[in-house]
Structure formats: structure tokens, C-alpha cells
């Protein structure tokens, strides 16, 4: 039974960070109120399971630190702004110890190589972001720069990183010339032999790549993809069609050496993950496309698969491939949302079906925010 102490944060107590707005209340109290969200919009649709929510810990579960570089090059500031004052937020309590040293490390580093942090204000300076990304004890970092200016610098300091920060097992560079509130650019460039980043859940070996989307947290993301293949385990499936694929988290947790997969997903580099993943599982009838997955299910003329399984993004799936589900109609549909809204409005479209199975998986503790994972079955 996994016992949960309450969280306390210095940020938000001195508010100067109110990102966690439900932190007020007991967790307890918050997996209460979400399920209780959960039931009351779903209800009308009268699912014969809806099982308790899947909990986190309420410390230490976040995988990723997206942080703005701040301050000056002589006291550089790894975390956001608060009516103009730049916070460091390298202690939030949402980071392990593990990911709070390294960030300590990255700032020593950033003064010590002398890399300019952008000034907003000013439009002057170089560097604007750090994203780091954990899984177990290794790390993958990414610098966004302004420019290429810093570029030959960083690359020629990276056996000097490794020693100093001996996890990081991928750093690249990401240039984002904008002076606008854009994270990331388009071009990026890796500076170590390894370019992909493992992160294994359930024995199935995931690979990031550059801007590939994750989960953010590690520990419910993999229950929420063991439920997927639990409750598809004994159904008679034969043929998937993982819509939104990703890296292939879902998809290659729900097939098996008798089921045929195939994965889209519009961003080349998540595809190019799921198929080493692939690779590496042994899987022989599983095909991953970077395509739009829209416009792929529009235009199939082969047989329609035994369950289609749906992770879109937070608006929803859209009309178009609502109506391509309603005009197909697989015999199970499994939808992973992480918006409660539009989910409730893409399930109201889909006409002539019955709700087997809810879920709740709490990956964002002290927020409204949840992932809710639902099994359809055509009546």
C-alpha cells in the first residue's frame, strides 16, 4: 500500500510559485475530488467499472524540469519569473534529490563556461532554457540557445560535463532565435555518441529522442500503460491501430507475438523511437508511420482492426476521426486522455457503444489536471 506524506513547499508558501494550486489540500482530499470530477461527467454514460484512482506520490515524481535560465552569468537562476523577480526553483519539492543536484551542477557549470542567460527585457544574452529529463539514475539535458554562438564552446566541454555530472548520458543543443515564449526550436543538434535516451517500463524499452513527448511521471505513467494491457489481455483482439502513437508506449504494452500493430503519430523523431523499441522487443508484425493520424485512418481501405486505441492530445481527436470511428466502428476503442472535457465530448459523438472501464491515474498531484483511461466496446 503506498503511504502518502503530505507535501510542503518554501515557493509556494512565500508565493512565489503557485503552479501547485491544489496544494492546500490533503492528497487525500485531492484524489477524492478528481474522482469525484470523474463520476459526475461520465456517469450519464454508465460505465459498468469505474475503478479507484491510481495515486502518486505527492513528492519527487516529476521526470522533467523545464527551466528558464535567469539571473546573470556570474549567479545564473535555473526557474521562472514572479512579477519580475526571477525564482530558482532547483529545490521544488516535484524533483528528486538526484535531478536537484544535477541542476545545482548545471548552474555551476553555466557560470563556469560563461554562458550569457537571455535577457528578456534587454532581448540580449544567449542562453534561455535548460530541459532536463530523468529516468531512474541518467539523465538527458538540453541547452536552448538563441544562436549557434555558444555551440563550439558547449561541444568541446562535453567530456568535462560527464565527468563533472557523470549521468548525463545525452546533451544536445537547441536553437530557438525567437524572442517569444517558445521553448523549443526546430533544429537541434546532439554532442554525444549516445543520441537516444532508455527509459524501460514493464520490461518494454522506450527510447526519447530530442522534443519526444513522455509522460511526467514515470512511476503512473507505467501503471497506466500495465492497466492498458491488463484489461486488453483476455479480449479477442487480433489487430491494433495505435492512433497517436508517441515513442509507442501504449501500443507495444497491448500487443503480443499473435496481435498486429500499427502505430502513427505525425512526429518523425517519436517514430523513429517506437521502432527501436520495437526492434528491440523482437515484434514482427508491428508497423509504426509518421503520418497525421487523421488523415491516415481517413484514407484505409484495408480491414479495420479489432481495437483502436486513441492518446490525442488535449483538445480531443477531433471530428474528423470521430466520424471515421463511428463510420468504422472497431469492436473496442481504448482511450487515454489527459483532458476530462474533451474527452466527455469526443465519447458523446461516439454513438453505439458501452463504457466497460474508467480509470483515473493522478500523474499531476496538487492540480485539477488528470489522465483518465477508458474501454469502449461496441453494442
Given amino acids: ?51 479507484p484512482p491510481i495515486a502518486s506520490s505527492d513528492s519527487a515524481f516529476r521526470n522533467k524540469a523545464k527551466m528558464a535560465v ?43 563556461l560563461q554562458l550569457v542567460p537571455y535577457n528578456i527585457k534587454k532581448m540580449k544574452g544567449e542562453l534561455k532554457f535548460i530541459i532536463l529529463t530523468q529516468a531512474e539514475d541518467q539523465f538527458m539535458l538540453r541547452f536552448v540557445l538563441r544562436s549557434a554562438k555558444y555551440q563550439t564552446k558547449i561541444a568541446s566541454s562535453i567530456a568535462f560535463l560527464q565527468n563533472y555530472i557523470p549521468n548525463l548520458a545525452v546533451i544536445s543543443i537547441n536553437i530557438q532565435p525567437t524572442h517569444a515564449a517558445i521553448l523549443e526550436g526546430k533544429e537541434e543538434v546532439i554532442l554525444t555518441r549516445q543520441t537516444y535516451f532508455p527509459v524501460k517500463l514493464n520490461n518494454v524499452p522506450l527510447f526519447l529522442h530530442k522534443g519526444s513527448f513522455f509522460q511526467t511521471n514515470t512511476t503512473v505513467a507505467s501503471q497506466l500503460y500495465l492497466t492498458a494491457r491488463e484489461w486488453l489481455a483476455n479480449l479477442p483482439i487480433k489487430s ?32 523513429d523511437c517506437a521502432k527501436l523499441s520495437a526492434n528491440h522487443l523482437g515484434f514482427s508484425d508491428v508497423r509504426f508511420q509518421s503520418l497525421d493520424a487523421s488523415q491516415f485512418a481517413v484514407n484505409q481501405n484495408s480491414d479495420i482492426p479489432d481495437l ?31 483532458n476530462l472535457t474533451s474527452l466527455v465530448s469526443d465519447l458523446k459523438s461516439l454513438i453505439g457503444y458501452r463504457m466497460l472501464s474508467v480509470q483515473l491515474f493522478d500523474m499531476f498531484p496538487h492540480s485539477e489536471h488528470m489522465e483518465i483511461l477508458v474501454l469502449m466496446e461496441k453494442i
Fill in 1 to 51: 500500500m503506498l503511504v502518502i506524506k503530505e507535501m510542503k513547499c518554501h515557493y509556494y508558501e512565500q508565493n512565489k510559485c503557485l503552479s501547485c494550486r491544489w496544494i492546500d489540500k490533503s492528497y487525500s482530499s485531492q484524489l477524492h475530488d478528481k474522482q469525484r470530477c470523474l463520476k459526475e461527467h461520465l456517469n450519464s454514460f454508465s460505465p459498468l467499472t469505474i475503478f
Fill in 70 to 112: 535567469l539571473g546573470t552569468v556570474e549567479k545564473p537562476i535555473l526557474g521562472i519569473m514572479t512579477n519580475n523577480e526571477a525564482i530558482d526553483l532547483c529545490d521544488c519539492p516535484l524533483y528528486t534529490n538526484t535531478m536537484k543536484l544535477v541542476l545545482s551542477k548545471i548552474k555551476n557549470y553555466i557560470k563556469q
Fill in 240 to 271: 491494433i491501430w495505435d492512433l497517436f502513437c508517441g515513442v509507442g508506449g501504449f501500443g507495444l504494452h497491448c500487443t503480443n507475438s499473435q496481435r498486429s500493430l500499427v502505430g502513427i503519430e505525425i512526429n518523425p523523431e517519436a517514430i
Fill in 308 to 338: 483502436i486505441l486513441v492518446n490525442p492530445p488535449r483538445r480531443g481527436i477531433g471530428s474528423t476521426l470521430i466520424n471515421f470511428l463511428q463510420t468504422v466502428s472497431p469492436r473496442y476503442i481504448l482511450y487515454s486522455s489527459c
